[in-house]
């Protein structure tokens, strides 16, 4: 690889900030009503500095040489945000928010933009100054790639079949005491290895934020959970088989990771700066394919608050010969990003090698999702029958087919009753009933229940039962 080079672009990928919770689930403790904590707000805040002095100070070695500002920045394609809006709530977006903040905070008080109107009267910009970044919202029923493993069931097929290993079960019995400690600090819920991601989190949470729980809590005790964790969800997330569909997370983000590093590499593309605000699986994935966290200890298992992954695209002093610099800093305790070898090479590869190395193994459509998943019914998976190449942001054109579906299936509906070849009565409205309800649903982000869950509280369950009763009711009179 060349000695002398120069940055002309990056990916980042990172991990929200601190949050807070309750906890409304009596057996799992999963989270709800998640926030963003003013901690992990200067967290993200902080990473976001670092970023700017390293790729938008003009004093930097690893300087991108655009001094726009960012609304000209992002008006260009130059600057790019994006923001999972799925199983945390706002936390990722609110972290993405705080991070663009760190890069381009409030402008010089004696800089704040003013305007004059015809009557003579000057308003300032509000807030200080504050700068508005546009950061892209992407929502996991609308777009797969960042969340690829919710109502995935080949997914969950391959997480219960690592819960009945021998492996993990000897897992869980090697560790039957230290589980059965946790009931005193977690209130007696259960307490097996399957759980354990939601009580560390639990812990953690506590002993950040309640100072007479972490002054009891005895040494080693969150450590240990911590351990645990990492070993529950790298086996449940990473394989070292880049086909595997435990690798789903990193493989459905693969495709965006691919694009962004081929726009910045091509001199004809504006991109020079691009962040993706995450969750912790998709990283934990990732670095699995990559063969980093399997060739350094340290990077097995959770990420940190905060953490954040690089990818540099560089090319030598000729602007030729375009490679990836792989740079990491694992939370707040990292002063600064620390290069890390790429397939038990070096941290440095090419972008050629780079990209057919992990291009195999990406999710570049829809269907290739569903087929993975072993689906045809959810996240839009019924529309890739009529479009095999829809790429994995089509999940809303999907739902727009199935609603204009519904369009025309009501246009018959009351052309039939116009022409009068269907009554309408208590039947008639029914119908209608059954065939408006599958609209009228709850299910989104990571509260989706998985394919083929159904509760008796659901509208389109209710409806169809009722209807279904009420024909049996007819045909028995």
């Given at each position: 690889m060349a000695t002398a080079s120069k940055v002309i672009g990056v990916l980042v990928l990172s991990l929200f900030g601190d949050r807070i919770a309750t906890y409304d689930d009596p057996t799992t403790y999963r989270m709800s009503s998640v926030n963003i904590?003013?901690?992990?707000?200067?967290?993200?805040?902080?990473?976001?500095?670092?970023?700017?002095?390293?790729?938008?100070?003009?004093?930097?070695?690893?300087?991108?040489?655009?001094?726009?500002?960012?609304?000209?920045?992002?008006?260009?394609?130059?600057?790019?945000?994006?923001?999972?809006m799925g199983g945390q709530g706002h936390v990722i977006y609110d972290s993405a928010v705080a991070l663009s903040q760190g890069m381009w905070?409030?402008?010089?008080?004696?800089?704040?933009?003013?305007?004059?109107?015809?009557?003579?009267?000057?308003?300032?910009?509000?807030?200080?100054?504050?700068?508005?970044?546009?950061?892209?919202?992407?929502?996991?029923?609308?777009?797969?790639?960042?969340?690829?493993?919710?109502?995935?069931?080949?997914?969950?097929?391959?997480?219960?079949?690592?819960?009945?290993?021998?492996?993990?079960?000897?897992?869980?019995?090697?560790?039957?005491?230290?589980?059965?400690?946790?009931?005193?600090?977690?209130?007696?819920?259960?307490?097996s290895l399957s759980d354990i991601k939601n009580l560390y989190d639990y812990l953690s949470i506590r002993y950040i934020h309640d100072a007479a729980f972490s002054s009891v809590l005895p040494s080693g005790v969150l450590n240990k959970a911590r351990q645990l964790a990492s070993y529950h969800e790298s086996g449940v997330y990473t394989s070292t088989d880049l086909n595997s569909t435990h690798n789903v997370p990193g493989?459905?983000?693969?495709?965006?990771?691919?694009?962004?590093?081929?726009?910045?590499?091509?001199?004809?593309?504006?991109?020079?700066?691009?962040?993706?605000?995450l969750s912790h699986q998709p990283l934990m994935s990732l670095l699995s394919m990559m063969g980093v966290s399997e060739s350094y200890a340290n990077l097995t298992g959770l990420f940190s608050q905060a953490g954040s992954i690089a990818l540099e695209v560089r090319t030598d002093n000729d602007g030729e010969n375009p490679f990836i610099q792989f740079l990491l800093k694992n939370g707040t305790s990292d002063p600064h990003y620390s290069g890390y070898a790429l397939f038990g090479g070096s941290p440095d590869i090419s972008v050629s090698k780079f990209e057919s190395m992990l291009q195999p193994f990406g999710l570049s459509t829809l269907s290739s999702w569903c087929g993975l998943c072993g689906t045809h019914i959810t996240r839009g998976c019924g529309s890739t029958r009529a479009s095999n190449n829809a790429d994995l942001s089509s999940v809303a054109a999907g739902l727009m087919g199935a609603g204009a579906t519904l369009f025309v299936a009501l246009m018959l509906v009351t052309l039939c009753v116009m022409v009068g070849l269907l009554k309408v009565g208590e039947w008639g409205k029914r119908l209608g009933a059954v065939i408006v309800a599958p609209m009228q649903h709850s299910r989104k982000g990571s509260n989706v229940k998985s394919g083929g869950e159904q509760s008796e509280n659901d509208d389109e369950v209710r409806l169809a039962r009722k209807w279904e009763d009420d024909q049996g009711n007819a045909s028995a009179g």
């Amino acid at each position: 690889m060349a000695t002398a080079s120069k940055v002309i672009g990056v990916l980042v990928l990172s991990l929200f900030g601190d949050r807070i919770a309750t906890y409304d689930d009596p057996t799992t403790y999963r989270m709800s009503s998640v926030n963003i904590t003013t901690l992990g707000q200067t967290q993200e805040y902080r990473l976001g500095q670092l970023l700017w002095q390293t790729y938008f100070n003009h004093t930097s070695l690893s300087y991108l040489g655009d001094p726009s500002p960012i609304s000209a920045l992002v008006a260009s394609g130059a600057v790019r945000f994006d923001a999972d809006m799925g199983g945390q709530g706002h936390v990722i977006y609110d972290s993405a928010v705080a991070l663009s903040q760190g890069m381009w905070p409030p402008v010089n008080i004696r800089d704040v933009p003013s305007i004059t109107l015809a009557n003579g009267s000057t308003i300032k910009s509000p807030l200080g100054g504050f700068r508005f970044t546009s950061i892209n919202q992407i929502h996991p029923w609308d777009d797969v790639s960042l969340e690829g493993w919710l109502e995935c069931p080949n997914f969950e097929t391959a997480m219960q079949s690592f819960y009945s290993s021998s492996g993990f079960r000897q897992v869980e019995k090697d560790n039957e005491e230290f589980l059965s400690s946790l009931s005193y600090w977690v209130g007696n819920r259960s307490t097996s290895l399957s759980d354990i991601k939601n009580l560390y989190d639990y812990l953690s949470i506590r002993y950040i934020h309640d100072a007479a729980f972490s002054s009891v809590l005895p040494s080693g005790v969150l450590n240990k959970a911590r351990q645990l964790a990492s070993y529950h969800e790298s086996g449940v997330y990473t394989s070292t088989d880049l086909n595997s569909t435990h690798n789903v997370p990193g493989r459905a983000l693969l495709p965006k990771i691919l694009n962004a590093i081929e726009g910045i590499a091509n001199k004809s593309n504006p991109l020079k700066f691009y962040s993706m605000s995450l969750s912790h699986q998709p990283l934990m994935s990732l670095l699995s394919m990559m063969g980093v966290s399997e060739s350094y200890a340290n990077l097995t298992g959770l990420f940190s608050q905060a953490g954040s992954i690089a990818l540099e695209v560089r090319t030598d002093n000729d602007g030729e010969n375009p490679f990836i610099q792989f740079l990491l800093k694992n939370g707040t305790s990292d002063p600064h990003y620390s290069g890390y070898a790429l397939f038990g090479g070096s941290p440095d590869i090419s972008v050629s090698k780079f990209e057919s190395m992990l291009q195999p193994f990406g999710l570049s459509t829809l269907s290739s999702w569903c087929g993975l998943c072993g689906t045809h019914i959810t996240r839009g998976c019924g529309s890739t029958r009529a479009s095999n190449n829809a790429d994995l942001s089509s999940v809303a054109a999907g739902l727009m087919g199935a609603g204009a579906t519904l369009f025309v299936a009501l246009m018959l509906v009351t052309l039939c009753v116009m022409v009068g070849l269907l009554k309408v009565g208590e039947w008639g409205k029914r119908l209608g009933a059954v065939i408006v309800a599958p609209m009228q649903h709850s299910r989104k982000g990571s509260n989706v229940k998985s394919g083929g869950e159904q509760s008796e509280n659901d509208d389109e369950v209710r409806l169809a039962r009722k209807w279904e009763d009420d024909q049996g009711n007819a045909s028995a009179g």
